[in-house]
C-alpha cells in the first residue's frame, strides 16, 4: 500500500529565509504526488502537483517542488517565506489505477519576524 | 470561481444523535470523496464516489456511518448516532474523474460531540 512520510512536524523559518519541507512517498508505480496547505479553519488547497514529465513543478504563491524518483522524495521549495505562509502542509500521493489520496501527517510551518 | 462547499460549516451535537453533512461538489466533476481529519489519525479517506455509486467505502464505520448521493450535486454523510469520537472535521472533495484527476476540497465540517 502506498505511504507518505513528513518527517518534519514542525519548521521554523525566518521571514524572507528559504523553506524546505521534506516528504516521501512509498508507492510501487509512477505516482501522482500533490502538496496540498491548510490554514488554520480552513479546508486544503491544492499548492502543486506531479504527474509526469517535468520533475520540477512549479505551484502557486511562489511553490515549487521536485520530484526525484531515486530518492522516491517529492521536496516542497520556496526561495523567499512571507509571514502568510504559516500554515499546515500535507504531502499527498494518488494510485494511477485509483482516486484514493494517502496523506502524511503534515508539516507546520511557523514564520518568524 | 467554482468551488466544493458544504454545510454546515460547524456542528455541535450531543452523543447519540443524528448528524447530516451536505457537500455539493463542483459542478460537472463526478467523483466525491469523504475525508475525516482528527489530531491522532491526521486525513484518511472514508468514502468515494464516481457517477454517484459508492466505489470504496472501506474507512467508513459501516455500523452508524452512511454516505450517498442523491442526485449528482448532493453528496451526504450521516452519523447516527453520533459519538464523541466521531468529532472531527470532515472534508469532502471532488474530481473530475479523468486520468490525471485532481481533487478540490471544501471548508470541511467542524464537529463536535458532546
Known amino acids: 500500500a502506498q505511504s507518505v512520510t513528513q518527517p518534519d512536524i514542525h519548521i521554523t523559518v525566518s521571514e524572507g529565509a528559504s523553506l524546505e519541507l521534506r516528504c516521501n512517498y512509498s508507492y510501487g508505480a509512477t505516482p501522482y504526488l500533490f502538496w496540498y496547505v491548510q490554514s488554520p479553519g480552513q479546508g486544503l488547497q491544492l499548492l502543486l502537483k506531479?504527474?509526469?514529465?517535468?520533475?520540477l513543478v512549479q505551484g502557486i504563491k511562489g511553490f515549487e517542488a521536485e520530484f526525484k524518483r531515486s530518492q522516491s522524495s517529492f521536496n516542497l521549495r520556496k526561495p523567499s517565506v512571507h509571514w502568510s505562509d504559516a500554515a499546515e502542509y500535507f504531502c499527498a500521493v494518488r494510485d494511477t489505477g485509483f482516486q484514493k489520496l494517502v496523506f502524511g501527517t503534515g508539516t507546520r510551518l511557523l514564520v518568524s519576524p | 470561481d467554482a468551488r466544493v462547499t458544504q454545510t454546515p460549516r460547524d456542528k455541535v451535537t450531543e452523543m447519540g444523535q443524528e448528524v447530516t453533512m451536505r457537500c455539493q461538489p463542483i459542478?460537472?466533476?463526478?467523483?466525491v470523496f469523504w475525508y475525516r481529519q482528527t489530531m491522532k489519525q491526521g486525513l484518511e479517506l472514508l468514502a468515494y464516489f464516481r457517477n454517484r455509486a459508492p466505489l470504496d467505502d472501506s474507512g467508513m464505520p459501516k455500523d452508524r456511518f452512511s454516505a450517498e448521493m442523491p442526485d449528482a450535486t448532493l453528496a451526504t454523510l450521516k452519523i447516527q448516532p453520533s459519538e464523541p469520537r466521531d468529532s472531527a472535521v470532515y472534508f469532502c472533495a471532488s474530481g473530475s474523474g479523468q486520468g490525471e484527476e485532481t481533487q478540490y476540497f471544501g471548508p470541511g465540517t467542524r464537529l463536535l460531540v458532546l
Open positions: 459542478l460537472g466533476h463526478n467523483t
Open positions: 506531479y504527474f509526469s514529465g517535468d520533475t
